[in-house]
């Protein structure tokens, strides 16, 4: 387990949504795992390019309330630009949190 710059260890509290929401969590985490297109190496975890076509921005930013809770050790970021058709998804966090990346995220990169 890792506090290093968060203060929280690297572990996740799925307890923390609430199981009335939490069919509506997996349903987000199906649909952003496969708008995960291309995935770039950050200095404290990844970047993902997400397909507008299989999430979109506010189910995005639902997600990331959702994933706050019970991954409090994450630094999540939502980016988009001009017109572009997908946006970035940055997901870091403390020393050890790129292997988690990996395996919650594997099938999607």
Request: hydrophobic content about 40%.
């Amino acid at each position: 387990m890792t506090t290093a710059t968060t203060g929280y260890p690297l572990t996740c509290n799925l307890n923390a949504i609430d199981s009335a929401v939490r069919p509506r969590y997996n349903e987000l985490v199906k649909r952003l795992r496969s708008a995960m297109r291309q995935r770039e190496e950050a200095p404290a975890g990844y970047q993902y390019e997400l397909d507008s076509a299989k999430i979109s921005i506010p189910e995005t930013a639902e997600w990331i309330a959702m994933e706050r809770l019970c991954c409090p050790f994450l630094t999540l970021q939502l980016s988009a630009a001009g017109n572009q058709r997908h946006w970035l998804l940055t997901l870091s966090g403390p020393e050890g949190v790129k292997p988690f990346l990996d395996a919650e995220f594997s099938q999607a990169s």
